[in-house]
């Protein structure tokens, strides 16, 4: 079974009701900042980022833009729903928890192969790698 249809209009909502406005949250990157500062670990948070890619098997995972083009990867929190492909591209806000992980070759090889990266660049995943993981409770398109 494929992610779900949907053309992810603005104000369409996938999980739970997303209460924050856009001009509330904050950015990937003052998140990443707050990770640094205060500890390994931030809840109730919303985010506001450009949709880059979205798990084309199920729609499960999403990853959003960041101005040092690190990969900022969104999980659906206990995989309780999932989103649309047509949600690469749109601006969102995401409310949920965000922390700094390290993340295993295995496992980076995994999303690689869900991502449909060439056998080459899977290959060239050789390290484990500390990324911000956010596990979200609700997205919501906001253009």
Not at 13 to 18: D, E, K, L, M
């Amino acid at each position: 079974m494929g992610p779900p249809e949907g053309n992810a209009l603005v104000g369409d909502t996938y999980g739970a009701v997303v209460t924050t406005p856009e001009s509330k949250a904050i950015s990937v990157e003052k998140l990443s900042k707050k990770l640094k500062k205060d500890n390994k670990k931030v809840e109730n948070v919303a985010i506001t980022g450009k949709v880059t890619d979205v798990c084309d098997k199920k729609g499960c995972w999403l990853t959003i833009e960041t101005e040092d083009q690190s990969k900022f990867f969104v999980k659906m929190k206990d995989y309780g729903f999932f989103v649309p492909t047509a949600l690469k591209g749109k601006n969102v806000v995401l409310e949920g928890t965000a922390e700094r992980k390290v993340i295993s070759v295995d496992e980076q090889k995994h999303y690689a192969e869900d991502a449909k990266k060439s056998a080459q660049e899977i290959a060239a995943i050789t390290k484990p790698q500390e990324e911000i993981r956010f596990f979200a409770d609700g997205i919501k398109v906001v253009k």
